[in-house]
Nanobody, 121 residues
Framework: QVQLVESGGGLVQPGGSLRLSCVASGSILGIEIMGWYRQAPGKERELVATISSGASPAYADSVKGRFTISRDNAKNTVYLEMNSLKPEDTAVYYC???????????????WGQGTQVTVSS
């Protein structure tokens, strides 16, 4: 009933910028939490940033000051603006949303398909 679609990944030089987006569609009443995770080859998936329904953001120390997370509730969309990118930011980035569907009382977890971000000279 709910699907998340990510876009915006690609190749960029060190110091460059990218903007990721993730759109949720389906029978949705509200979205409690939106966020981004990433996973590099041979590494565990790690939290990058989250944003609450009140638009309060939180960031991993490794990206603080360089990345900005935001949300558009009218479009069921979460964004991740990535600036001053470093080679160590190279990973597959996954969208996460905690969603309450229509005609239900609780929220459920949903994940996007992942989008590749590569930072290299």
């Amino acid at each position: 009933q709910v699907q998340l679609v990510e876009s915006g990944g690609g190749l960029v030089q060190p110091g460059g910028s990218l903007r990721l987006s993730c759109v949720a569609s389906g029978s949705i009443l509200g979205i409690e939490i939106m966020g981004w995770y990433r996973q590099a080859p041979g590494k565990e998936r790690e939290l990058v940033a989250t944003i609450s329904s009140g638009a309060s953001p939180a960031y991993a120390d490794s990206v603080k000051g360089r990345f900005t997370i935001s949300r558009d509730n009218a479009k069921n969309t979460v964004y991740l603006e990535m600036n001053s990118l470093k080679p160590e930011d190279t990973a597959v980035y996954y969208c996460y949303q905690k969603i309450r569907r229509r005609y239900t009382w609780s929220h459920q977890d949903y994940w996007g398909q992942g989008t590749q971000v590569t930072v290299s000279s």
